[in-house]
């Protein structure tokens, strides 16, 4: 015997709140790419706090992707088994979300110290680093328009061989030769150092990771009890041998 009168509706509201599970674990992959490439493309961390946040959320999005579509079987045949595992499963997930998003805080609390060292060892290994090491500072640099760690005189003595030097990339208009004697030239270099504007890119990227992992876990926590009213629904239904 089916689960019947208000059980239906119950199960069809598991089946949609899975539908939403699917699109979640899809939006926790998506958040985690780009706060992963943020991290890496825009600095080089060397922390392993700093990247553990999304690769989390990537992980749990993949797994709550396929989860979703396990529930939407169990709900629909009405499995007591696939629907009691779906529960137990989805409440690992969203204590490994909680995780996620309490390494993103702690992670969110260190970002300064994580972000003034990193680039401070950047800016001191440029000058005999690689020239694709080199591109990443260059690019970080002119995309958002800062020079140094905290200003444009951390490259006094890290970079060529007069003092007042820069790379070309801290220039306002990038041509080649521009940062030769012109570290403090407002006129031709930008003195704002990139430490805090890292630091802004980062904790927006961060915060909303924490948000969505907070956002999901809430929903799941709805998914888990329409599951187990579902679960007693389908128990009562039938006749356990």
Known sequence: MGVEGGMKCVKYLLFFFNFIFWLCGLALIVLGVLVQVALHNTVVINNVSASSAPIVLIVVGVVVFFIAFFGCCGAWKESYCMVTLFSILLGLIIITEIGAAIAGYVFRGNLTVIVHESLNDMVT?????????????????????????????????????????????????????????????????????????????????????????????????????????????????????
């Not at 403090?184 to 915060?207: A, F, I, P, R």
Request: with cysteine; hydrophobic share 40%.
């Open 125 to 241: 290994k440029y000058s005999n680093g690689t020239d694709e090491f080199q591109k990443v500072l260059d690019n970080l640099q002119i995309d958002l328009k800062c020079c140094g760690v905290i200003n444009a005189t951390d490259w006094r003595g890290n970079f060529g061989s007069g003092t007042n030097s820069v790379p070309d990339s801290c220039c306002v208009n990038v041509t080649a030769g521009c940062g030769q004697g012109a570290m403090e030239d407002s006129s031709k270099v930008h003195q704002m150092g990139c430490q805090t504007v890292v630091e802004e890119l980062l904790k927006k990227n961060m915060m909303w990771v924490i948000v969505a992992a907070l956002v999901i876990a809430f929903l799941q926590i709805m998914g888990i009890i329409f599951a187990c009213m579902l679960m007693r629904g389908i128990r009562s239904g039938y006749e356990v041998v």
